[in-house]
């Protein structure tokens, strides 16, 4: 089987590395991850395309710096202006390898409720406004605000591995 990948995730979140672990079984045969906490650079609630790509890109960054694996994976969430006057849910991800170079992946976005985003205008935090409205605290972290919206036919852990799997796909080229 060779030496595993060695794998460094820029987050402690239970829900980030169930979407690594996914997208590692798909992409290699051997695989070790390290999780770690790292600051992001950005606002605990990111606004923007920008401002949650870059968060993406130094949990990544950092990661690997910090164990030296031969990949760090950041993934970040936010919001962003977009059409039709709506908010929506973004989520970003980025893989540097040990030549610093990076591959980018994106999730599908989604538009948040009025409500939702009259309370982020105000100051609040996404994942902590979806979280009272899941009602199901222990499913909260998997479903997110996407299983919130679509009451729970999609999951974070989906909309995620997308993101995760284009960023790799991004920096090793297809296939």
Known sequence: MGTPVRLALGSTSPAKRAVVERVAAWLFTAWRLEMLAVPTGVAPQPWGD????????????RARERTGADYGIGIESGVAEGPFGRVYAVSWAVVVDREGRRGIGGAERFPLPEAIVERLRGGEELGSLTESLAGDEDAWPERGAVGVVTGGRRSRVDLLAVAVLHAFCDLLGPG
């Open 50 to 61: 920008e401002e949650t790509a870059r968060g993406a890109w130094e949990r990544a960054r």
